[in-house]
């Protein structure tokens, strides 16, 4: 991709992003929670339209931990309600649309419905080629070692070929909108060599210039992988 300046950056093959601050943004402007994370799945409808257009293969996004069960009960069924919604529109139009979605995480505790729509969007997406989304749903990293390792254990097949993200790249870049310094259990095993990017944007306020912003902050690092 180019740069206005006419520089040539790498776009990374695989990213992937914390999407934190929906709850204060909703604060801000004296909102329901609910209301943040609707906008946050907005913020997320422009991003992967865009990371689809400046060529990058995946864009992998945290949209409900494992530990998100513990939240009051309203605003869990509101982010569960909004996936949903989501996944309905994906098979509609995402063929068309040249765009991917599959979601990654343990399903087995999800809805019937939940689980009938994204085995109906992963069948879609597996009759053609190009930019996937990945949303992360009931997903921890600590869960998806732990379900792959029996997994590994039980079928003999290799440890990695087991994850949730079996064939996909790991992200060479991680992003945190929201001001926090840390992982919260996002891709343990696939970070060991991601480049980190922190930013107090809050997640629903997040535009593809933040990313254009991440990318050349990218393009800075010197990757080594534990060499010299
Ligand atoms: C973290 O912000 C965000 C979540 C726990 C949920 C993210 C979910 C969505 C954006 C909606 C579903 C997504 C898609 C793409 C369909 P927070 O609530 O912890 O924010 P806070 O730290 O400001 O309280």
């Given at each position: 991709m180019?740069?206005?300046?006419?520089?040539?950056?790498?776009v990374p093959r695989h990213v992937?992003?914390?999407?934190?601050?929906?709850?204060?943004?909703?604060?801000?402007?004296?909102?329901?929670?609910?209301?943040?994370?609707?906008?946050?799945a907005e913020a997320f409808r422009t991003l992967a339209y865009y990371c689809r257009d400046i060529g990058m293969d995946y864009l992998s996004v945290?949209?409900?931990?494992?530990?998100?069960?513990?939240?009051?009960?309203?605003?869990?069924?509101?982010?569960?309600?909004?996936?949903?919604?989501y996944l309905i529109e994906a098979i509609e139009k995402m063929a068309r649309e040249g765009l991917r979605m599959r979601i990654?995480?343990?399903?087995?505790?999800?809805?019937?419905?939940?689980?009938?729509?994204i085995?109906e969007a992963h069948s879609i997406a597996d009759t053609y080629e190009g930019f996937t989304a990945n949303l992360?749903?009931?997903?921890?990293?600590?869960?998806?070692?732990?379900?792959?390792?029996?997994?590994?254990?039980?079928?003999?097949?290799?440890?990695?070929?087991?994850?949730?993200?079996?064939g996909l790249p790991?992200?060479?870049?991680?992003?945190?909108?929201?001001?926090?310094?840390?992982?919260?259990?996002?891709?343990?095993?696939?970070?060991?060599?991601?480049?980190?990017?922190?930013?107090?944007?809050?997640?629903?306020?997040?535009?593809p210039?933040?990313l254009?912003?991440?990318?050349?902050?990218?393009?800075?690092?010197?990757?080594?992988?534990?060499?010299?």
């Amino acid at each position: 991709m180019n740069t206005s300046d006419g520089k040539t950056l790498t776009v990374p093959r695989h990213v992937g992003i914390i999407m934190d601050g929906n709850g204060r943004w909703a604060e801000r402007h004296a909102f329901a929670r609910a209301a943040g994370h609707k906008q946050g799945a907005e913020a997320f409808r422009t991003l992967a339209y865009y990371c689809r257009d400046i060529g990058m293969d995946y864009l992998s996004v945290y949209a409900f931990s494992t530990e998100n069960w513990k939240r009051d009960k309203l605003e869990v069924s509101a982010i569960l309600r909004i996936l949903e919604d989501y996944l309905i529109e994906a098979i509609e139009k995402m063929a068309r649309e040249g765009l991917r979605m599959r979601i990654l995480g343990d399903t087995a505790p999800l809805s019937e419905r939940l689980k009938r729509l994204i085995g109906e969007a992963h069948s879609i997406a597996d009759t053609y080629e190009g930019f996937t989304a990945n949303l992360c749903v009931n997903y921890g990293g600590r869960d998806e070692i732990l379900r792959a390792a029996k997994k590994a254990a039980e079928s003999g097949a290799a440890f990695e070929d087991c994850l949730d993200t079996a064939g996909l790249p790991d992200p060479e870049l991680i992003i945190r909108p929201g001001g926090e310094h840390r992982l919260s259990n996002f891709m343990l095993w696939q970070s060991a060599y991601s480049e980190l990017y922190f930013t107090d944007t809050l997640w629903p306020d997040f535009e593809p210039a933040d990313l254009d912003a991440a990318i050349v902050w990218y393009n800075q690092r010197e990757r080594r992988f534990g060499g010299r």
